[in-house]
């Protein structure tokens, strides 16, 4: 995909220059902020790219330089439109390179200590020698049981799987 190449570029230039941690927060707040007006401005073929340049220098005159200069790179190829695929590589670079293994944790109500400690061992466990990373998302539709997911892989162990399970299997 074009965006992991983009991506790729840009974690090897910020890893030469140490920078690995500022790029993706820094990477991170723009895309948070960016207005999708703007995005779709700077995304036109109606601006010539000097003046998108000049729009982008003036709105991230705090950001990091090398990040900036990727933005021009983007403009210059036609490719801002991909900003946010490139982004979400990125920081799928990021964790293969720290061996972290983002887990979502989707349960009826918040996991307790002791609930949250006993999945992290668990998965710890299972994927040895990686840093798991727990995100846990409230859905108050789950009666009871938990639906972990991982980049690649669902557990669903809530009761509404199980009664659809016992139900079909009726």
Avoid at 40 to 55: A, G, N, T
Avoid at 68 to 91: A, E, G, P, T, W
Avoid at 124 to 153: P, T
């Amino acid at each position: 995909m074009v965006a992991d190449e983009y991506a790729k570029a840009l974690y090897e230039l910020a890893l030469e220059n140490n920078n690995v941690d500022d790029i993706q927060s820094e990477f991170s707040s723009v895309c948070r902020t960016m207005e999708i007006d703007f995005l779709k401005i700077i995304s036109s073929p109606v601006l010539d790219k000097k003046e998108k340049k000049d729009m982008l220098k003036k709105v991230y005159k705090s950001v990091n330089p090398l990040l900036l200069d990727f933005f021009y790179v983007l403009v210059d190829n036609d490719r801002f439109n991909i900003l946010y695929d490139v982004y979400h590589s990125y920081k799928a670079f990021v964790r293969e390179s720290n061996k972290e293994r983002k887990i979502r944790i989707v349960s009826a109500v918040k996991l307790s200590d002791e609930q949250y400690k006993n999945i992290k061992r668990a998965l710890e466990l299972k994927y040895s020698g990686e840093k798991i990373v727990i995100k846990n998302i409230i859905d108050d539709s789950l009666v009871a049981g938990v639906r972990i997911f991982d980049n690649d892989e669902a557990i669903d162990l809530s009761l509404t799987s199980k009664l659809a399970k016992l139900k079909s299997s009726l």
